[in-house]
């Protein structure tokens, strides 16, 4: 009975409600809509603040009050998670008005609404490149503000992200292989470079490094006769830069065995506690 009669009230309340909202959206005062728009917002009731702002914003254009308009619409869509269209209002906001109440917020918020909203790093990361380049224009902006430590940290994040997509692109190379007749150690090597000298700081960069060696390791073994002494020289050097990288690397050994497989292919002395670990690198 108790349940019955609280399922009333409420029934009554939301329609009460909806009667009242949709008074206010038939008025034609846009004074009172922009009352009624911010009480929704308050009420967290963002569809309607968006609603009802949309409907007056126009009317505002060039007053006092367009400031606070824009701004409280780019929050209710962030709030509402529709990220894209809040930093297009955001945007919107802080280059009409760059030196606006809001502008600081408008900007962190615009990148932080891309932040969250960049994908998984197999799919399309166009929001991940925009949500780096506004957390940069943010830290120019606002070198000193609270909030620069903070999207110094989230923009490391996208940037590893993007780090992270490159490395599984060299990985997949590097499994391709010579798959179809197609030369994929090399695209591997090429993509690894790219991504070290992109991100030098990441945390992917001994994998980039240790696959540009294996990969120069297999383009040795399968190479014509004439071009092995070259391909075996090139992953010479790219063990060398693995090892000034990464002292204690922990894929130390593995670099090694290469290098050692490298040695006795091309004839040169290699001491023979490591003939046998070499001559299995070879057959595989």
């Known amino acids: 009975m108790k349940i019955r009669i609280l399922c009333t009230l409420l029934?009554?309340?939301?329609?009460?409600?909806?009667?009242?909202?949709?008074?206010?959206?038939?008025?034609?005062?846009?004074?009172?809509k922009y009352e009624y728009a911010k009480k929704y917002f308050d009420q967290k009731k963002y569809g309607?603040?968006?609603?009802?702002?949309?409907?007056?914003?126009?009317?505002?254009?060039?007053?006092?009050?367009?400031?606070?308009?824009?701004y409280l619409l780019a929050q209710s869509y962030f709030y509402d998670k529709d990220y894209t269209t809040a930093t297009q209002y955001y945007t919107r906001y802080y280059n009409k008005f760059p030196k606006g109440e809001f502008t600081e917020l408008?900007?962190?918020?615009?990148?932080?609404?891309l932040y969250l909203d960049?994908?998984?790093?197999?799919?399309?990361?166009?929001?991940t490149y925009k949500g780096i380049q506004e957390f940069q224009n943010f830290l120019e902006y606002f070198p000193q503000s609270e909030k620069a430590p903070e999207a110094q940290d989230l923009m490391f994040k996208l940037q590893e992200k993007l780090a992270y997509k490159e490395f599984l692109a060299a990985r997949l190379y590097y499994n391709l292989g010579l798959y179809n007749r197609e030369n994929y150690y090399e695209s591997c090597v090429v993509t690894a470079r790219e991504a070290l000298k992109s991100y030098p700081f990441s945390e992917f960069t001994?994998?980039?490094?240790?696959?540009?060696?294996?990969?120069?390791?297999e383009q040795a073994v399968y190479s014509v006769e004439e071009k092995k002494p070259v391909r075996y020289r090139e992953l010479?050097?790219?063990?060398f830069n693995y090892k000034n990288m990464f002292p204690n690397g922990k894929?130390?050994?593995?670099?090694?065995?290469?290098?050692?497989?490298?040695?006795?292919?091309?004839?040169?002395?290699?001491?023979?506690?490591?003939?046998?670990?070499?001559?299995?690198?070879?057959?595989?």
């Not at 408008?106 to 609404?113: E, I, V």
């Open 106 to 113: 408008a900007r962190f918020n615009s990148a932080y609404g």
């Open 251 to 284: 894929y130390t050994k593995e670099s090694e065995r290469y290098y050692r497989a490298a040695l006795k292919a091309l004839g040169q002395e290699v001491d023979d506690a490591t003939n046998e670990a070499v001559q299995q690198e070879l057959k595989k």
């Open 236 to 239: 010479m050097d790219e063990h």
């Open 206 to 217: 001994e994998e980039f490094q240790i696959l540009i060696v294996r990969a120069r390791f």
């Open 11 to 32: 029934l009554a309340m939301l329609l009460a409600s909806c009667g009242e909202y949709n008074k206010i959206l038939k008025s034609r005062d846009a004074e009172l």
């Open 48 to 70: 309607r603040t968006i609603t009802l702002l949309d409907e007056i914003l126009s009317a505002y254009t060039g007053s006092s009050k367009e400031q606070e308009i824009l």
């Open 118 to 127: 960049s994908p998984d790093a197999r799919l399309d990361q166009t929001s």
